[in-house]
């Protein structure tokens, strides 16, 4: 499998906004989920967002601690998918990592990390207040 490449993280301040990406070179964009999760220091991860590329119509599922504030989009030509993160606050500081895995049916996007076969190797968002 090919690495995902997560870019456009960074330093803001609270109530700003800023998109981070995760591009997936290799070839089953197509049919998998792809999830955004976040680990700051000292805490356990958490997932933050996540999509099934095949199932367009239906929309992300997001953690109760974004919704609202956050937002999934996808640039299927670029096999790339955007986390639009607005409204920031200092508890969004984390590394933020994207991963995936394969799956023919939406119900095989999980929450859990351990669900997740391929990774990047993060990008941080810092926010301060």
């Known amino acids: 499998q090919e690495p995902l490449m997560e870019s456009g993280g960074g330093s803001v301040q609270a109530g700003a906004s800023l998109t981070i990406s995760c591009t997936d070179s290799?070839?089953?964009?197509?049919?998998?989920?792809i999830a955004w999760f976040r680990q700051a220091p000292g805490k356990e991860r958490e997932r933050v967002a996540h999509?099934?590329?095949?199932?367009?119509?239906?929309?992300?599922s997001y953690a109760d601690s974004v919704k609202g504030r956050f937002a999934l989009s996808r640039d299927d030509a670029a096999n790339t998918v955007h986390l639009q993160m607005s409204n920031l606050k200092p508890e969004d500081t984390a590394m933020y990592y994207c991963?995936?895995?394969?799956?023919?049916?939406?119900?095989?996007?999980?929450?859990?990390?351990?669900?997740?076969?391929?990774w990047g190797q993060g990008t941080p968002v810092t926010v301060s207040s």
């Open positions: 290799g070839n089953t964009y197509s049919d998998e989920c």
């Open positions: 991963a995936s895995r394969s799956a023919t049916t939406i119900t095989q996007c999980r929450t859990s990390g351990s669900h997740y076969t391929n």
């Open positions: 999509i099934h590329t095949h199932y367009r119509t239906i929309p992300p």
